[in-house]
Antibody, heavy 114, light 112 residues
C-alpha cells in the first residue's frame, strides 16, 4: 500500500525556517517524481514545488522561488522541503504528492505568525 | 504560466441528478509527448485531495463509473451522471503538462 507521511510542520515566526519531510513507502520511490502542494486555510490548492525522480531537476512556484528548496534522498525514501524566509502568507497545510497527484499524504500544518 | 479556470465555483445539486464542471486552460495542455495531462481531483471535507481522473478521461481504479471526464486542448469537463451524498466536496482540475503545475480554483459541490 502506497503511503506518504509528512512531518516537520509547526509554528514559526516570520523570517524563520522549517524543513518538511515526506516519508514514502509501498512503492519504488526512486522511480517517481514528487511534488509539494499547499492549501491555505479555507482556500484552494496551490502547487509549490516538484522534483524529478533522480533529483536532477527541480521546479518552483514563483511565490516560493529563492526561499524554498526541494530535495530528496532516494536511499531513505524521503522527500524534503526546506523553507526559509517564511512569511505569513506561507501559512498552509503542506501535502506531498506522488507524480501528478495519484497519491497524497495527510499533510503537515505550517503556521507563520509572531 | 498556465492558468486554469473552473466554472461554476459552486454547484448545488439534487441527489440523483447530474452535475457538470468546466475547466478551461489558458493554453493547450497537449504535451510534446502527445499526452494531455489534465486531471480531476476530489477533496472531501477534512480530507486530502484524491485523484479521480487522469489524462482527461481515465478513471482511477475504484472511482465509480458515474464520474467521467472529457475534452481536449484547452476545454475540459467533469460529469457526474447521478450525484450521491458521498460526492459532496470540492473538485479541482489540475494541469501537469508544464511546470509550474496549476489548479483550478475549485468547485464546491453541495446537495440541495
Amino acid at each position: 500500500e502506497v503511503q506518504l507521511l509528512e512531518s516537520g510542520g509547526g509554528l514559526v515566526q516570520p523570517g524563520g525556517s522549517l524543513r518538511l519531510s515526506c516519508a514514502a513507502s509501498g512503492f519504488i520511490f526512486s522511480n517517481h517524481a514528487m511534488n509539494w502542494v499547499r492549501q491555505a486555510p479555507g482556500r484552494g490548492l496551490e502547487w509549490v514545488s516538484g522534483i524529478f525522480n533522480s533529483g536532477g531537476s527541480t521546479f518552483y512556484a514563483d511565490s516560493v522561488k529563492g526561499r524554498f528548496t526541494i530535495s530528496r534522498d532516494n536511499s531513505k525514501n524521503t522527500l524534503y522541503l526546506q523553507m526559509n524566509s517564511l512569511r505569513a502568507e506561507d501559512t498552509a497545510l503542506y501535502y506531498c504528492a506522488r507524480r501528478q497527484g495519484d497519491y497524497w499524504g495527510q499533510g503537515t500544518l505550517v503556521t507563520v505568525s509572531s | 504560466d498556465i492558468v486554469m479556470t473552473q466554472t461554476p465555483l459552486s454547484s448545488p445539486v439534487t441527489l440523483g441528478q447530474p452535475a457538470s464542471i468546466s475547466c478551461k486552460s489558458s493554453q493547450s495542455l497537449v504535451h510534446s509527448d502527445g499526452n494531455t495531462y489534465l486531471s480531476w481531483l476530489q477533496q472531501r471535507p477534512g480530507q486530502p485531495p484524491r485523484l479521480l481522473i487522469y489524462k482527461i478521461s481515465n478513471r482511477i481504479s475504484g472511482v465509480p463509473d458515474r464520474f467521467s471526464g472529457s475534452g481536449a486542448g484547452t476545454d475540459f469537463t467533469l460529469k457526474i451522471s447521478r450525484v450521491e451524498g458521498e460526492d459532496v466536496g470540492v473538485y479541482y482540475c489540475m494541469q501537469a503538462t508544464q511546470f509550474p503545475y496549476s489548479f483550478g480554483q475549485g468547485t464546491k459541490l453541495e446537495i440541495e
